[in-house]
């Protein structure tokens, strides 16, 4: 099939995805706040972030985006992925069923962005549990970014700065120990080998049970050595590998309430919500459970400085990913949470990714007339395969009789044993399912500085995309292929009422057509979408950005509206058995960071509202019904706040916490399976003995509040972690 293209010629009048837009710089006599007459910049751009793509800092960037530190990741006693974007509003977790992979699945404003995560501007393919110990800072761009990512970002865009080798000589460890069984040790280490060459190895080594799941465990290990030549001339090369692995227990929480026990209304008898239980319950199997994930990647990086305004850049990546597991999932599909039961069901996976992604870009920057221009034009392309083969498990009768009780296929609502000594059978399946995607696009971006106080900006995609897959599903074969072409585009303008504020206005789209997660995520393509169209997104927002003290402090407001369209509802083995015309999200973001005197911040707060459309269509044919119009869109909390605060007491003394929670959020279309909000408090303290030395001491989760992390239709709900208390040992050299 043709995917539809939207129209191109709405010209090149604004906001550019991931802030590729170029400011107006203020001469270096200039007294901060006013304007200068110049109107272009000459040598190396001030970018906002590390896209090579992007052309201005994020003062004048029209959208939302909000960046983790290195610090702030250090000072939380973060160590992964998906527990650093507590510290970013606005963002939910989903888990793993059916389809889906147990990975990093992160939910930007509702939106799955499984697909959508980017190491150093280039798609990360594969399914994983991300570490952080390797990056320099995490990079997240909110509402649709199809012209900077091409298939997909629907919701935004998560990008990844690795740590790679630069000018200096430096190293740092930390040994951490904690409740838990914790121990963790990390070390850094850079050395300046010459002029222009420079060489770094970050390693990781981590063994910890997880606080407050029983039986439980997280263990990991993994190095990134870098080699970086012609730091600081023309020409600078950057070769890079990453090697992750990780073995230990998967967890899929607790069960939710079987269908009517809660519901007062026979006419909605199917309320659900996670079971009244002690979230210390694990309903998995030390016998048959396991999770391990290996993770290797080859990056290669160069800027060339052709001339003083134009600068060509590649980035390209190889990498190889697995993720095999058997995890329990607490099933209640025959109604035996009621009768104090639980089936332990299984979902089970061996797949194999391995991708190339290449990214090339020339930014230029040239003066026509009286406008000046800031120029990005680039090519990308992306080849995945993955193949699947998973489990076959004896799990029993889900109807929990009395011989599925005895084999320990079913176990206690309320006291289950994952000491069980369960002795059935697990076979390597026999029926495997495959994969692939192959994309390739050009795009062009144009900032035009009019007068200091006016830059426009346009930006426009050309994406071409086929995806295939193979299978089985519910035992019957399937073959299917999807494929065409599409534009994305975005507009926008920003004024300036002076060089360290902004109010900006912004239109920008996406396009996400069936298979963009390549076998791993909720926009699997199968036999039954295989003629879908792609899923639309367009988002306009308005906002307000100001820089205070000296570009130490950033404060941002925004307003937004987002449509989606030809949304795809799917059942728990993952079939198609909705299809929504429209949704549409909107809401206000505000946030604050940086640094204020003593006090470093990492502060925001998101307000959305999210509301279903009418069914456009049904499955085979089905009459159109209104079933679920005007409900909340899933994984769409009202409220969501992240606060991440820092005080220096003193040269050698800082404390500070955090405080990060959401309001109660749904986890189907139909608002039946919800879970509360909650409010999570975070500790830490870090007191530096001199420059070499410093002890830090991590209290997460302070109140011990056993609120729900991942909230998953029909089955389960993952309760967060525990409260954890961590020492650090700090060295630095």
Not at 11 to 26: D, M
Not at 228 to 249: D, K, N
Not at 396 to 415: K, Q
Not at 703 to 717: E, G, M, Q, S
Request: proline fraction near 5%.
């Amino acid at each position: 099939m043709t995917l539809p293209r939207t129209a191109a010629a709405h010209g090149f009048v604004a906001l550019s995805c991931v802030g590729f837009i170029a400011s107006a710089p203020a001469s270096a006599d200039e007294a901060p706040g006013e304007f200068g007459s110049s109107i272009l910049v000459t040598g190396e751009r001030d970018r906002g972030t590390s896209s090579a793509k992007d052309t201005a800092p994020i003062v004048n960037t029209p959208r939302t985006v909000s960046v983790v530190t290195q610090e702030t990741l250090e000072k939380t006693g973060t160590f992964s992925l998906e527990d650093a974007l507590r510290t970013v509003p606005g963002i939910t977790l989903g888990a793993g069923e059916g389809g889906t992979a147990s990975a990093d699945m992160p939910l930007i404003r509702g939106v799955d962005a499984t697909g959508d995560v980017f190491v150093d501007g280039a798609r990360d393919v594969g399914s994983q549990s991300r570490e952080s110990f390797a990056l320099e800072s995490i990079e997240v761009f909110k509402g649709p970014s199809g012209t900077f990512g091409g298939r997909g970002t629907a919701g935004g865009a998560i990008n990844l700065v690795s740590k790679v080798a630069r000018m200096d000589t430096f190293a740092s460890a930390q040994v951490t120990a904690g409740t838990s069984d914790m121990i963790r040790v990390t070390g850094d280490a850079n050395r300046q080998v010459s002029p222009d060459v420079a060489l770094r190895v970050v390693g990781m080594y981590q063994d910890s049970m997880v606080p407050g799941r029983d039986h439980v465990s997280d263990d990991r290990w993994g190095v990134s050595p870098s080699i970086a030549f012609g730091i600081g001339g023309p020409l600078t090369a950057t070769l890079a590998y990453y090697h992750l692995q990780t073995s230990g227990i998967p967890d899929y929480g607790i069960p939710l309430t079987s269908r009517g026990q809660l519901s007062p209304d026979p006419a909605t008898p199917d309320i659900r919500r996670p079971a009244d239980v002690d979230r210390d319950n694990f309903y998995g199997l030390l016998a048959r459970d396991f999770q391990k994930t290996n993770v290797d990647a080859v990056t290669g990086q160069f800027e060339i400085r052709l001339a003083d305004d134009v600068t060509l850049s590649n980035t390209t990546r190889y990498s190889w990913t697995v993720n095999d597991y058997i995890v329990t999932n607490p099933d209640d599909s025959a109604g035996n949470v009621a009768n104090g039961l639980v089936w332990r069901n299984i979902k089970s996976r061996n797949s194999h990714s391995e991708g190339a992604v290449s990214n090339t870009n020339l930014a230029a920057d040239l003066v026509t007339g009286p406008v000046g221009h800031s120029i990005a034009a680039g090519f990308e392309y992306s080849d995945t395969d993955a193949r699947n083969l998973p489990y076959e498990v004896d799990t029993g009768d889900r109807a929990c009789p009395a011989a599925a009780i005895a084999s320990y296929n079913c176990t206690s609502l309320y006291n289950p044993n994952p000491l069980d000594p369960w002795t059935g059978t697990v076979a390597a399946g026999t029926s495997p399912s495959s994969a692939s995607a192959r994309d390739y696009g050009v795009y062009l971006f144009d900032t035009a500085t009019i007068v200091p106080q006016l830059l426009l900006n346009g930006g426009l995609r050309w994406t071409s995309f086929k995806a295939a897959a193979d299978g089985f599903r519910r035992g019957v074969p399937y073959d299917a292929v999807n494929s065409g072409e599409f534009w994305s585009w975005q507009a926008g303008a920003v004024f300036k009422p002076s060089a360290n504020t902004s109010l900006y206005f912004s239109y920008a789209d996406s396009k996400t057509p069936p298979g963009t997660t390549v076998g791993e995520g909720s926009e699997n393509l199968s036999g039954s979408n295989a003629l879908y169209e792609p899923q639309g997104t367009e988002n306009w927002e308005a906002g307000a950005k100001a820089e205070l003290f000296g570009g130490d402090l950033l404060l941002s407001a925004a307003v937004f509206r987002a449509n989606r369209k030809n949304i795809q509802q799917r059942d728990p083995s993952g079939d198609v058995t909705e299809v929504f015309d429209s949704a549409r999200l909107q809401g206000l973001e505000l946030s604050a960071s940086g640094r204020v005197g003593p006090v470093t911040m990492l502060v925001g707060y998101t307000y959305l509202e999210s509301r279903l459309g009418a069914d456009a269509a049904a499955v085979d044919g089905d009459p159109a019904t209104v079933s679920n119009q005007g409900n909340v869109l899933p994984q769409t909390p009202r409220h969501n706040i992240a606060a991440t605060i820092d005080w220096k007491v003193s040269p050698a003394l800082s404390i500070g916490g955090g405080a990060y929670g959401a309001s109660k959020r749904y986890a189907d279309a139909a608002n039946l399976i919800s879970a509360d909000g909650y409010l999570r408090l975070d500790a830490h303290a870090q007191y530096d003995f001199d420059e070499h030395f410093g002890l830090r001491v991590n209290v997460s989760n302070l109140t011990d509040r056993r609120y729900i992390v991942k909230l998953r239709n029909p089955h389960f709900a993952v309760p967060a972690d525990g409260r954890q208390a961590l020492v650090t040992l700090i060295a630095r050299y």
